[in-house]
């Protein structure tokens, strides 16, 4: 009796592992976005039990807590990481892999192996492993949790994979930040620009100039409706982050890793800075101008009682900005960068350089003199010298800057690596120039704009700014334009996707702007663009898409609407 019951128990147990060794795959079990680079789907189905262990170094750490988290949530299993014993589930470096980003993910019915150059790549190759597990597996499993067998080698094609989001326009806590950096992770990509500073806003405490934030983070009213508006809220509005916070998102982030880079914004854009410290402008007597008048009650209460510099409540581009004719205000924004350069560990700092008006440098002594004694020619050549002085500052305490297009005119800065948003032409006069450039042209990498084309679709939308960019947009977009050569073609670095927030005022509303658009982005900069296929993507996305419901995530779905007519 008790052999037969040996042989049963046996049995029941070779006829489990032939399950699991011979189980049938079908396509839709590898709906994996961004597309690899290569990907043989085999036999088999890996088990994720109580006996499941994630191994592999002490380097390996945070992806092996990472990894064993996942699972742990997926099965209700404790399931743990291991750096002394070997695991079913082994992450390894392997040095002989070229991309410094790149992965292989090695599938059977009884192993797990995931290897990269650095700890980078396997946190990728963790990622490409958490979407091969059933779609609700985050929310946690009462079901059996198998993973496909596959063998995958992958890379991505660009260096800089990355998603902007505005906090100054509408500002967003903490805990979204985190949302937000997590997003851009499971889409393998691999930067964060932090946009801290604005017309309506300062966000970022530094301890220097604490008015700052306690005057320029706030403002009294923001306009209603489509800039210039209808009328004014009324209502006190503001936020900012804490050095402290900065901290902690800088460090979530690292152990995602992703870079953040902050944008402070300069020589325009800066109405928040000159509402804190008036005498940053070339005229700080004259009062902040809202346009059409939308100007708040208290805003006007505040400068009929003496103070002309409010912090601007409506949209658009204003002719108060920084002095450049004032060493105080080069002094400022070196104080200023001194406190960002020790939050932010990344070689980047975005320096803004975008949309600066000249009236007021023009009619300015102070800039006049600038222009006369540096033998400038006219005011574009004073941005330049602007930008380039600023430059020069973050360089000699070993920091690269980034600006918008427009730091082309009047001449470039040495060093600078331009982010080209004004369609693409001026990456490509930066890359024929030798610089390093990202390529976020609104036509397809700003998700501000509707996801809809008619004025009657649109009018059932959100509010936005205006604007056409659908998925598909989105996904056709190739970064690398084809008027470089293959010399000139190494400057280009990728693309971004840019989230500007004047009409966002809700974390929701960010996410229904964000997805899918940056689901088909993150396959543009990842997935070399003979691989990619609309019909094939579209498919994967379905998959996606039940991803976003089980994180519970506000997705647009007008692509998935326009797929089943």
Known sequence: MRQLIILLFCALCFSCSNKYKNAKNAPQDYAIIPKPVQMEILDGKFLIDSKTMVSGSDLLKNEGAFLANILSTATGETIAFSSKEEGNITLKINEA????????LNVSYNKIEISGKNAKGIFY????????????SNTGLTEELTIPAVNINDHPGYSYRGMHLDVARHFFPVEFIKTYIDLIAMHKMN????????????????????????????RSGTIVGHHPGTENDQKHYGGFYTQEDIKEVVAYATSKHITVIPEIELPGHSSAAIAS????????????????????DKGKEIQAAGTPKIVQETWGVFDDVYCAGKDETFAFLQDVLDEVITLFPAKYIHIGGDECPKANWKRCPNCQSRIKAEGLHDEH??????????EKYLNSKGKQIIGWDEILEGGLAPNATVMSWR????????????????MTPGHSCYFDHYQVKTKEDKAKEPLAIGGNTSVEDVYAYNPMPEELT????????????????????????????ILPRMTALSEVVWTNKESKDWSDFSNRLKIMKNRYDAMKLNYATHTFESDSK
């Open 277 to 296: 410290y008036p005498d940053l402008s070339c005229f700080p007597e004259e009062p902040t101008i809202v346009t059409n008048n939308m100007i708040s």
């Open 97 to 104: 892999i070229e991309n410094d980003e790149g992965y292989q």
């Open 423 to 438: 369609g693409t032409k001026g990456g490509i006069e930066a890359a024929k120039q030798k610089h390093d450039v990202i």
């Open 381 to 390: 050549e004073l941005q330049s010298y602007f930008i380039q002085r600023i």
């Open 191 to 218: 930067t964060f620009h932090w946009h801290l500073t604005e017309d309506q806003g300062w966000r970022i405490e530094i301890k220097k100039y604490p008015k700052l934030t306690e005057v320029g983070a706030w």
């Open 125 to 136: 190759g963790i990622q490409t492993l958490n979407q091969l597990m059933p779609t609700n």
């Open 486 to 513: 293959s010399e000139e073609q190494k400057y280009i670095l990728g693309a971004q996707g840019n989230v500007w927030t004047e009409y966002m005022k809700t974390t929701d509303y960010v996410e229904y702007m």
